[in-house]
């Protein structure tokens, strides 16, 4: 339903983000954890591989298996104020609007936490995703995130885990 699609009353929040953001250690692949479910991500095994196309632009390949097949987006992430390099906004194509694409905290080598919040009329959607450069990322880190995201008013209760089991996600190492 039109509900389910994360949509809220009220404004986006404008949580902070993660500081001092460097753009070339985030760079490279990462896997998706936990989400908030999205329309256009129903796949599983879901991976996200940065490369730095020029100075502040870079190159996204997200991918997923989908019942048995990978499917795969290509778009760009520029930052929109040097000021703020971990607001990031993302397009995919032509057809739509950039999206934005906020770090709120990352170690680089560990995890990720991504924020994304767009404002429709009186309302607003959100999307919110966990990564990790391993298929797996310890409990204590995702409550960590979740919570960081709880305290924007994130229902973290919607999240829904991906599955990154090896043999599963086999065909997307292939």
């Given at each position: 339903s039109f509900f389910a699609q994360g949509l809220k009353l009220g404004k986006c929040p404008q949580p902070a983000v993660q500081a001092n953001f460097d753009a070339a250690r985030y760079l490279g692949k990462w896997y998706g954890i936990q989400k908030l479910p999205t329309t256009f991500q129903k796949g599983q095994c879901s991976t996200a591989v940065y490369t730095l196309k020029s100075p502040g632009v870079i190159g996204v390949l997200n991918s997923e298996l989908d019942d048995g097949t990978i499917s795969s987006t290509e778009g760009t992430a520029t930052v929109k104020d040097p000021a703020e390099p971990a607001k990031l906004e993302v397009s995919f194509s032509k057809d739509s609007?950039?999206?934005?694409?906020?770090?709120?905290?990352?170690?680089?080598?560990?995890?990720?936490?991504?924020?994304?919040?767009?404002?429709?009329?009186?309302?607003?959607?959100?999307?919110?995703?966990?990564?990790?450069?391993?298929?797996?990322?310890?409990?204590?880190?995702?409550?960590?995130?979740?919570?960081?995201?709880?305290?924007?008013?994130?229902?973290?209760?919607?999240?829904?885990?991906?599955?990154?089991d090896e043999t599963y996600c086999a065909p997307m190492s292939q």
């Open positions: 609007p950039p999206g934005p694409y906020w770090v709120l905290s990352t170690d680089y080598q560990g995890h990720t936490l991504v924020y994304s919040c767009r404002e429709v009329g009186l309302f607003h959607r959100e999307l919110a995703w966990i990564m990790s450069r391993e298929p797996t990322l310890p409990e204590a880190t995702v409550q960590e995130l979740r919570s960081i995201l709880s305290s924007v008013g994130v229902h973290v209760d919607k999240l829904v885990p991906t599955n990154q």
